[in-house]
Nanobody
C-alpha cells in the first residue's frame, strides 16, 4: 500500500520555525516530482512548494518565497519543508503530495498521491 505520511506540524509563535517531513512507503518516488500544499479553513488547497525528481528545480508560492525551503532525499524516500519566519497566515493543514511527472508541476490535479495532512498553527 502506497502511503505518504507527514510529520512535524504543531503550534508555534509568529516568527518561529518548523520543519515538516514526508515519509513515503509502498513504492519509491525518486523519479517523481513532489510538493507541499496547504489548506486553511474556508480556503482552497494551494501549492506551497514543489520539487522535481532530482531535487535541483523548485517552485514556491510567492507568499513563502525566502522563508520556506523544500528539499528531498531520494535515498530515504523522504521530503522536507523547512519553514522560517512563520506568520499567522501560514496556519493551515499541510499536505505532502507526489506527482506522476518528473518535473515540477504546480497544479494539484497533477498530483496522484496525497498524505493525510499535518496541522500547522502560528499564533500572533
Amino acid at each position: 500500500q502506497v502511503q505518504l505520511v507527514e510529520s512535524g506540524g504543531g503550534l508555534v509563535q509568529a516568527g518561529g520555525s518548523l520543519r515538516l517531513s514526508c515519509a513515503a512507503s509502498g513504492r519509491t518516488f525518486s523519479l517523481n516530482a513532489m510538493a507541499w500544499f496547504r489548506q486553511a479553513p474556508g480556503k482552497k488547497r494551494g501549492l506551497v512548494a514543489a520539487v522535481n525528481w532530482k531535487g535541483d528545480d523548485t517552485s514556491y508560492a510567492d507568499s513563502v518565497k525566502g522563508r520556506f525551503t523544500i528539499s528531498r532525499d531520494n535515498a530515504l524516500n523522504t521530503m522536507s519543508l523547512q519553514m522560517t519566519t512563520l506568520k499567522p497566515e501560514d496556519t493551515a493543514v499541510y499536505y505532502c503530495a507526489a506527482s506522476n511527472s518528473r518535473e515540477v508541476v504546480t497544479y494539484a490535479p497533477f498530483y496522484t498521491y496525497w498524505g493525510q495532512g499535518t496541522q500547522v498553527t502560528v499564533s500572533s
